[in-house]
């Protein structure tokens, strides 16, 4: 929006940004305890004044589970989590790859955008990348989304339009990092998590061919 004459905001930017800020206030307060969440400690009248702050985030994080605080912050890729944080960061430290096999038999292996190989501006613009693989990591949850994940590195493996990929391996490249004093482990170890059949009508229309 155009500002007002005089240099003046319009009521309704400062609306919208302080309505943004309460939500995102909103969204990134931290989770209850684990007790409190898995209703452990029942809510009954002495257990919520004896844990208050506890209680007011489980009711927080229940508002906010399929809330419009939770659609408008996900869909603009602003949610966070205190995980990042405390009180257990990751200690798996994990990389993908695929690897494609093509029409005539050959094979390649074709790297997912990783941020350790990226330059800082690159890593500025990037970052949703890896996020995306933390959200595709969970063999029990996630499994749904690899079949359009391997789909689209079908996609950037695509070199030659007479030569199209037909199968897709995601790999899964991790160490487990001991923690802050202790030597990290040299060694990647390697799991292929999911092979996908390329459908080529399918694959075609999205190169648009």
């Not at 684990?34 to 209703?39: K, L, N, T």
């Not at 990226?118 to 989304?145: C, G, H, L």
């Not at 789909?151 to 490249?173: F, G, K, S, W, Y």
Request: with cysteine; proline share 9%; aromatic share 14%.
């Amino acid at each position: 929006m155009v500002p007002a004459q005089g240099g003046r905001v319009s009521p309704l930017v400062k609306a919208f940004v302080l309505a943004h800020i309460a939500l995102i206030f909103h969204w990134s307060l931290p989770m209850p305890s684990r007790r409190i969440a898995d209703r452990e400690i029942p809510p009954t009248t002495e257990n919520v004044l004896k844990y208050p702050i506890e209680f007011a985030l489980y009711a927080n994080d229940y508002a906010r589970g399929a809330s419009p605080t939770g659609y408008y912050l996900q869909c603009t890729g602003l949610w966070q989590y205190w995980d990042m944080f405390a009180p257990n960061p990751a200690s798996l430290d994990y990389w993908y790859d695929a690897r494609v096999t093509y029409a005539d038999g050959s094979t390649r292996v074709v790297p997912y955008p990783r941020m350790k190989t990226m330059t800082i501006p690159q890593k500025f613009v990037s970052e949703r990348y890896r996020k995306f693989i933390e959200r595709t990591n969970s063999d029990a949850v996630d499994n749904w989304k690899w079949p359009n994940f391997a789909q689209r590195m079908a996609m950037l493996a695509t070199i030659d339009p007479t030569n199209l990929p037909t199968r897709v391996e995601l790999r899964r490249h991790y160490r487990q990092l001991k923690g802050p004093f202790d030597p990290e482990p040299m060694q990647y170890e390697r799991f292929t998590f999911y092979v996908h059949i390329v459908v080529e009508v399918d694959l075609r229309r999205a190169l648009g061919s």
